[in-house]
């Protein structure tokens, strides 16, 4: 048991070299946390950042009850990240946003409305800040994605989510499983829903996506999801004699 079980829901906030993000993000969570329709704590994990990522996050901490973080001196990307803050947490929800806050955590109170009949909650970003060539990118993307996999998202990037902690622990994770979350909730027999969140251009620090990791990379990894949907291991138990 660790404290995040002392509350409803932990907000999972991937870092990797967001030195100059920390200050105004501290700033948004502490503002957010108190506000959250349930209660809240954050989760930062450090993912091998270079900068001084790892020592503000420690201050932070320091200087907030409700913040803890976990750190791995090597970096392994989102996913892996992700799942690292999933397998911590412990608490019945778990949200996720990035650390460059394009994304608002006060809008983790529309998602929380609907968390109790969905066990992924996923935000859509509505009048999207990024360059014409990113939008563009990630409409192929998300088009490619949706004819491969059957699911309905229509923004699986927005990184603004909220899931039920058992369900998020129990789907099969793998490098860029991020961008297949409602696909890969589905295997579970999750419910998912979408909404419209606010969006915002990023400020400072530097993007982690390229022309390769949000086209290329999901490009095959559509595949390898199509392998795994075939051969997914689903069973309920509906007997047993263990209280006999």
Known sequence: MNNTSKYKLTIIVPVFNEQDNMERLEQKLVAYVPKAVVSACVLFVNDGSKDNSLQLIKQVCKRNKDFYYISSNANRGLSTAMKAGIDTAESEYVGYIDSDLQTDP???????????????????????????????????????????????????????????????????????????????????????????????????????????????????????????????????VDENNFNA
């Not at 400072?204 to 075939?230: E, I, Q, T």
Request: a positive charge.
């Open 106 to 236: 006060e809008d983790f109170n529309l998602l929380l409305e609907y968390a109790p009949d969905y066990q992924l909650v996923s935000g859509i970003r509505a009048k999207r800040k990024d360059s014409a060539f990113k939008r563009l990118q990630s409409k192929i993307a998300n088009g490619f994605r949706r004819s491969m996999t059957g699911d309905t998202a229509t923004d699986t990037g927005c990184p603004l989510k909220v899931m039920w902690t058992d369900y998020a622990k129990r789907i099969p994770f793998y490098n860029g499983m991020h961008r297949f979350l409602p696909a890969l909730m589905s295997l579970e027999n999750g419910k998912f829903k979408e909404l419209p969140v606010r969006h915002y251009p990023r400020i400072a620090g530097v993007s982690k996506y390229h022309l390769w990791n949000r086209l290329a990379g999901p490009f095959m990894d559509c595949f390898a999801y199509r392998w795994m949907k075939k051969r997914y291991i689903r069973y309920h």
